[in-house]
């Protein structure tokens, strides 16, 4: 290839870089711990379903039954019964939903009701728009940091577009690296650790980049679809096909049609179906139910499924008589090599498939990632404000360094400070109050690491301030869960519960070392100044 399209590919590597260093930091370094958030880590958030037991299928009817005969009939023509666990939420959740049941809304109305999974007691209630609860739904720090990583909290369609453009910055990145660094062979294996803080930069970049280069461009291509998909590659197929009208595009291949109610009685067999999806799938988990006209001879129930031998989720199809129809994918029975590529864009991006090995696989590669544009930026500061004639003050480096540590170390100390908060609020804050919690802890303590960057303090002392920080937060999640939880790592209640308590624990010794080693280096870096300053 010609030096001049070198350089030129040079270029443009480097001004995405550095354009986007910060946004792809916090996107991707969001995205690792959104790996594991689900269901891992929301079950460790939530005490409730940490050693809830097997609601039995009978009782889920029951229920279904019981509260359908407090709601008005147009609400039982579409029912989602959401199980408790770590994909969904914590309590068995009963939505009665409809478009037409109430005049004082133009939109879907829903009466929800609420219970505990072990006593199957009635927590809470909701009446009101369909979209405000789904909205208000209470949250916790997995849960939080999930959806922040999918919009960065901007909502729709900023956070999204935000996000997608992001995943082609990722994508474009990572092609270009591989073509300007023609003697990648050599470059896998040099990592000059002792040859100073530049070049052990540039050769942590180098591996990184090229090493985790299929994992960067499918992250990169994923994160892309997901994010722009909804909010600009739908309407552009509706305008093609559809006119523009995206209700017409969305109930044309939806998965779920609108029921047809015949005003016959029928009873739902959800019990029934229920202990079927069970037997057919026994190695899957059952998400949640959508019961389509309930008790009446046109009845329908939808089972969205994960696990087992399917990669991706799955929706089973009933009849209301208990009759199996079919298994497809959550997009809806559509024949095509193009729908099963879609499935797999989802568990992909985010390791769901393969067991815990594959998301730690895919947590530490996504921290990788996130080094990337990070070790990319320090070195073209580094560059800049080194040289003969270097084109960026002393006090400028200090100040571009300042704002990375607080931005990108702010962002990290932010997430790490929610989960020991996680386990006091549990103890002490009210669920109906956990989100006017989480949210403002996480943004103000990120705003405020961030604003102390404009302190004028030295950038290596700021670093280690914050290194320290996220070690003792993290170093505190496993003795709070010892003194305020039921379940944790010295009862064994839960296998899972005791691996984060005991992970919390060593991330936080190893930022401790971490440390250490730094300030080790710093004094053998003075006493070798000292030395020439003598000599």
């Not at 544009?373 to 073209?380: A, D, H, K, T």
């Not at 691996?499 to 010794?509: E, K, P, Q, R, T």
Request: aromatic share 12%; charged share 10%.
């Amino acid at each position: 290839m010609k030096s001049l399209t070198i350089k030129k590919l040079f270029n443009i590597h480097s001004w995405v870089g550095v354009i986007t260093a910060v946004l792809l930091f916090i996107v991707a370094f969001s995205g690792a711990i959104a790996v594991l958030s689900r269901p891992e880590l929301k079950i460790w958030a939530n005490p409730e379903i940490q050693q809830a037991p097997k609601i039995p299928a009978q009782a889920i009817t029951e229920l279904v039954n019981q509260y359908h005969e407090q709601v008005p009939a147009p609400f039982g023509e579409n029912i989602h019964v959401y199980l408790p666990s770590g994909h969904n939420t914590h309590l068995l959740t009963l939505l009665f939903e409809s478009h037409h049941g109430d005049d004082n809304y133009d939109q879907a109305v829903a009466h929800v009701f609420q219970f505990h999974p072990n006593t199957l007691a009635l927590q809470s209630t909701y009446y009101g728009p369909s979209q405000t609860f789904y909205a208000e739904r209470k949250t916790d720090a997995a849960s939080f940091i999930g959806h922040f990583h999918a919009d960065l909290h901007l909502g729709r369609p900023i956070g999204l577009i935000l996000t997608g453009v992001l995943g082609l910055t990722l994508l474009v990145s990572t092609l270009t690296g591989l073509f300007i660094h023609r003697q990648f062979l050599r470059q896998l294996f040099t990592f000059r650790r002792h040859k100073g803080t530049s070049l052990w930069v540039s050769d942590g970049h180098k591996i990184m980049g090229i090493w985790g280069s299929l994992f960067h461009g499918v992250i990169g291509f994923t994160g892309a679809f997901l994010g722009l998909a909804t909010v600009i590659l739908l309407p552009a197929a509706a305008l093609v096909s559809f006119g523009g009208d995206q209700d017409k595009l969305v109930e044309t291949f939806t998965a779920i049609p609108e029921p047809v109610i015949s005003h016959q009685y029928q009873p739902t067999q959800l019990a029934d179906i229920l202990a079927d999806a069970e037997q057919r799938f026994a190695d899957a988990h059952i998400l949640d139910a959508t019961i389509m006209a309930h008790n009446d001879a046109n009845s329908e129930v939808y089972l969205r499924l994960l696990g087992g031998e399917s990669v991706a989720s799955q929706l089973l199809h009933y009849h209301g008589d208990g009759e199996y129809i079919k298994s497809m994918s959550s997009f809806g029975d559509i024949p095509g090599v193009s729908i099963k590529v879609l499935e797999l864009l989802f568990p992909l991006h985010f390791g769901n498939f393969g067991g815990i090995f594959i998301k730690l696989v895919w947590t530490a590669l996504g921290l990788t990632t996130a080094l990337l544009p990070l070790s990319g930026i320090m070195m073209w500061l580094s560059k800049r404000a080194r040289g003969n004639n270097p084109s960026l003050s002393h006090k400028a480096y200090q100040r571009w360094n300042r704002f990375i540590i607080g931005s990108c170390g702010g962002l990290v100390l932010a997430c790490m400070l929610l989960f020991p908060a996680q386990v006091l609020i549990n103890a002490y804050v009210p669920p109906t109050a956990h989100n006017a919690v989480i949210g403002p802890l996480f943004f103000y303590s990120w705003l405020l690491w961030l604003l102390l960057g404009a302190l004028p303090w030295h950038y290596h002392r700021y670093f280690q301030a914050t290194l320290a920080c996220i070690g003792s937060l993290a170093l505190l999640v496993l003795p709070l869960n010892v003194l305020l939880s039921e379940n944790h790592v010295f009862n064994a209640g839960s296998l899972l519960v005791s691996s984060v308590d005991i992970g919390f624990f060593a991330i936080g010794l190893g930022c401790y070392y971490a440390l250490r080693r730094l300030y080790k280096g710093a004094a053998t870096q003075s006493q070798l100044v000292n030395q020439e300053q003598q000599v």
